[in-house]
C-alpha cells in the first residue's frame, strides 16, 4: 500500500520505512527473513507507524516499541495495527476506552486481556481518535485505502486500488467471513437441536418444542440457556442464517426461495437478517461467496 511509488498512474507517493527495536535481519514465521536497516527513531517524525500481525497467540511488546508507539499517538500521528497487531497498541494503552478490531479469530482474547477496550468482532477497521485498527490480512488493505481516502481524498484512493486491483470500498463486514457454527454440543438437548436443524423451514414455538423435548415450558427455556447460551428463538435464527449461506453458497436458488427453505419466508425478512448479522446482502454475499464448480453442476 504505502512502499511503492505509483505517480506514474497519478497516485500517491510516501517516504516508507520498515523498522524494528533493533535494526538487521529480522527472521518471519513464514520462512523468509527482512533487513530492517532503521530502529525505532524512525517513528519520532513517521505520519503513519503500522504494526502489522507477529503471531497467533502474541507475546509480549519490548517496552521501547510501546514507548515508541505512544510517543506516535501523543503527538498526532496515526497509530494503525493489522489483524494480531492489534495487542501491541494494547499493551501500549491505545486502546483503552476506544473501539477497536482484530481478526474475529483473536478478538475474545484481546477484549480478554485488555478490558479497557471496546472490541468490535464485525468490523473490517475501526479509527477511534487516530487509533486505526484493521482485522485479518486484505482488511489491512481496507484500513490503508480508508486512511489515504481520508487524509488524500476519494481520487487519491480510488486510484490506488485500481492499481491494486482491488475494491475501493469493501461493503460489509467480516462477521461474514467467520467460519459456519455448528450446532453446539448439547447434553439432553442434543436430539432435538440436530431435528430443528433439519426443519428449520417449519414454524416453532417454545411450547411445541418443550413438548417435543418431554419438558415443562420453563425447565425447557432454562435447559436451553444453559446447553446453547441463547434463546430458541436468537439459535433458530441462527441456524436458519447458517442455512441461507449454504444455499446461497451451492445452489442457484432465487432469494425468495432460499428464504423459504432457510425458513426466513420473505426475502425482506432474509435481506433484513443478513443486513443485521453479517452486514451484507444476500446478492452480495452469494458474489463473494458462492462456489462456481458447485453451481455449474
Do not use: N
Amino acid at each position: 500500500m504505502f512502499g511503492i511509488d505509483r505517480s506514474d498512474t497519478g497516485g500517491p507517493s510516501f517516504e516508507f520505512t520498515v523498522c524494528a527495536q533493533e535494526p538487521g535481519i529480522v527472521p518471519t514465521k513464514t520462512g523468509f527473513s527482512l533487513l530492517v536497516e532503521h530502529g525505532l527513531s524512525a517513528t519520532d517524525d513517521a505520519d503513519l507507524v503500522i504494526v502489522p500481525a507477529y503471531g497467533a497467540q502474541p507475546a509480549t511488546v519490548p517496552e521501547p516499541v510501546l514507548d515508541a508507539l505512544r510517543a506516535a499517538h501523543e503527538r498526532g500521528a496515526w497509530v494503525m495495527s493489522i489483524c494480531a497487531g492489534a495487542f501491541a497498541l494494547g499493551e501500549a494503552g491505545l486502546l483503552d476506552g476506544r473501539a477497536c478490531t482484530t481478526h474475529w479469530m483473536h478478538a475474545a482474547e484481546l477484549a480478554r486481556r485488555f478490558p479497557g477496550a471496546r472490541v468490535d468482532p464485525t468490523v473490517l477497521y475501526v479509527d477511534d481518535d487516530r487509533v486505526l485498527t484493521s482485522a485479518g490480512t486484505a482488511a489491512g488493505i481496507d484500513a490503508s485505502l480508508y486512511l489515504v481516502r481520508r487524509e488524500l481524498g476519494a481520487a487519491a484512493a480510488a486510484v490506488v486500488a485500481r492499481r491494486m486491483v482491488v475494491p475501493p470500498h469493501r461493503d460489509g463486514g467480516q462477521a461474514q467471513y467467520v467460519e459456519t457454527p455448528l450446532p453446539c454440543d448439547a447434553d439432553t438437548l442434543a436430539p432435538l437441536l440436530a431435528w430443528l436443524v433439519e426443519h428449520l423451514d417449519e414454524e416453532h414455538s417454545v411450547p411445541d418444542l418443550a413438548a417435543r423435548a418431554l419438558m415443562s415450558e420453563r425447565t425447557f427455556a432454562r435447559r436451553f440457556r444453559a446447553e446453547t447460551g441463547t434463546t430458541p428463538a436468537a439459535w433458530i435464527a441462527r441456524q436458519r442464517l447458517v442455512r441461507a449461506q449454504e444455499l446461497l453458497e451451492r445452489t442457484e436458488l432465487g432469494v425468495d426461495e432460499v428464504a423459504r427453505l432457510a425458513g426466513f419466508g420473505t426475502a425482506a425478512v432474509l435481506r433484513h437478517h443478513f443486513g443485521r448479522v453479517l452486514g451484507t446482502s444476500p446478492q452480495a454475499y452469494r458474489r463473494t461467496f458462492a462456489c462456481p464448480q458447485e453451481v455449474a453442476g
